[in-house]
């Protein structure tokens, strides 16, 4: 395990699994679920999507003529990409900065790997994440999926901002289609919005705010859950393999940030 840490901030970053986010915490209050909270599951943390974040349907796609059949891990289809159960390597690690890099390994049909580099500060938390193309050009989408806290250690259950005005539409499966709803429905949801006029923020009211900002074109928000909130930006909507994803070449990486911002 590896903890950075400035002034009341702490995280935890676990490299061999997933490069996970164990827990963070901002004085007193733990913001993000943690192993203890669901032992021997995997809703805890803060883990990298990548290099595609969401379902693909199917585990198809398409890219420059040909056909690839990805690992089906979720029902019918293939969910989340390739690095969150595979050891990431510490590549630099000072205490408030590490980078940590990862293979995309066999399941992914091109050869490539991820970089992501935390920062932590007083007020906020830095996440930038870099998907790198190896020999040729390949699809990447990425993102972050937090596990938030619904409720902290004092306060009442979290409410989301969310300044979107539009949310892709699901169809049977569950999958997001290239087309959009404006303005969205009310929850609870399990959706991907987009057309976003600045960052989500969650309040613990209170007790604290915390501002998500990114500068991903989507957020899936999964609020189903009565101790848990998701909020996890993605540079694509889910099944984006299938919609022109972005394209990672040698020597010009697909990079993405987010920010998780708090008052100090």
Do not use: K
């Amino acid at each position: 395990m590896l903890e950075l840490h400035q002034g009341d901030v702490r995280l935890v970053l676990d490299p061999v699994n997933g490069g996970r986010v164990v827990s963070l915490t901002v004085g007193d209050l733990r913001l993000l679920r943690t192993p203890d909270d669901d032992p021997g599951g995997t809703h805890w943390g803060s883990f990298v999507m990548a290099p595609w974040a969401g379902r693909t349907r199917r585990g198809r796609f398409a890219f420059d003529g040909v056909e690839h059949q990805l690992e089906i891990n979720s029902g019918e289809h293939s969910i989340h990409g390739t690095v969150r159960p595979r050891p990431w390597t510490v590549e630099e690690a000072d205490p408030r900065r590490v980078r940590i890099s990862c293979d995309f390994g066999p399941a992914w049909p091109f050869a490539g790997w991820a970089e992501q580099i935390i920062v932590v500060h007083d007020d906020r938390v830095e996440l930038e994440l870099w998907m790198h193309a190896a020999d040729g050009p390949m699809p990447a989408v990425g993102g972050w999926h937090p596990w938030w806290q619904r409720r902290l250690e004092r306060g009442a259950p979290a409410e989301l901002e969310l300044p979107a005005a539009a949310m892709y539409v699901r169809d049977a499966e569950g999958i997001a289609m290239p087309e959009t709803i404006s303005p969205p429905p009310p929850g609870p949801w399990d959706d991907c919005f987009t057309d976003l006029a600045g960052p989500c923020v969650l309040r613990w009211d209170g007790a604290f705010a915390l501002a998500i900002e990114s500068d991903c074109a989507c957020v899936v928000v999964y609020d189903e859950p009565v101790d848990a909130i998701c909020v996890e930006p993605q540079s694509g909507p889910p099944d984006a393999l299938n919609h022109e994803p972005a394209v990672a070449e040698p020597g010009h990486p697909v990079v993405i940030h987010s920010t998780w911002r708090f008052p100090t």
